[in-house]
C-alpha cells in the first residue's frame, strides 16, 4: 500500500523531469528563432498530472473524494513535447516570440527550485523525524 508521501514524492519527481524538459524545449526554440518556417514547441504536462490526482482517474475504491489516488497512476505520466503552429507567425514562418520564452523560462525556473526545494524538505522532515537530527 502506497502512502500519501510516496504519491507526493512521485508528483514532484515527475514534475522535475517536465521542468527539465520544458527547459530544453525552450532553449531549442529561443536557439530557433531566426530559422525559418520554425515552429516552437511546449511541454504538456500539468493537465495529466491533475488528471491522475482527480478522483474520476482514480483505479482504487475510495469512499471519500479526499482519499489518496494511487501512486502508479502518477508513475504513468510521461512530459509530452508537443509542436504549436496556432499562433500568428512572424515574417518568415516562425512563430517563436522571445518575450514569450523569456517568461516562460523564468517561470519554469521556479516550478523547478520550488519542486526541488519541496522534495529537499521532505527528506529533512523525515531525517528529523526518524533520526532526530
Keep these: 500500500m ?4 510516496d504519491i507526493i ?3 514532484l519527481v515527475k514534475q522535475l523531469d517536465a521542468s527539465s524538459m520544458r527547459q530544453q524545449v525552450i532553449s531549442n526554440n529561443i536557439a530557433n528563432i531566426n530559422t525559418p518556417n520554425f515552429k516552437k514547441s511546449k511541454v504538456n504536462f500539468a493537465n495529466e498530472l491533475e488528471k491522475a490526482l482527480s478522483p474520476e ?3 482504487l475504491l475510495t469512499t471519500h473524494p479526499r482519499h489518496i ?3 502508479e497512476d502518477i508513475k504513468n505520466i510521461k512530459p509530452e513535447i508537443v509542436t504549436v503552429d496556432n499562433t ?4 518568415a514562418g516562425n512563430n517563436v516570440d522571445l518575450e514569450e520564452e523569456m517568461v516562460n523560462l ?3 525556473i521556479m516550478e523547478y527550485r520550488t519542486a526541488a526545494q519541496l522534495l529537499n524538505m521532505r527528506g529533512s522532515i523525515k531525517n528529523y523525524v526518524v533520526e532526530g537530527r
Design 88 to 91: 500568428l507567425m512572424r515574417g
Design 2 to 5: 502506497f502512502s500519501g508521501q
Design 9 to 11: 514524492k512521485q508528483a
Design 69 to 71: 489516488p494511487s501512486v
Design 57 to 59: 482517474k482514480q483505479n
Design 106 to 108: 523564468s517561470r519554469n
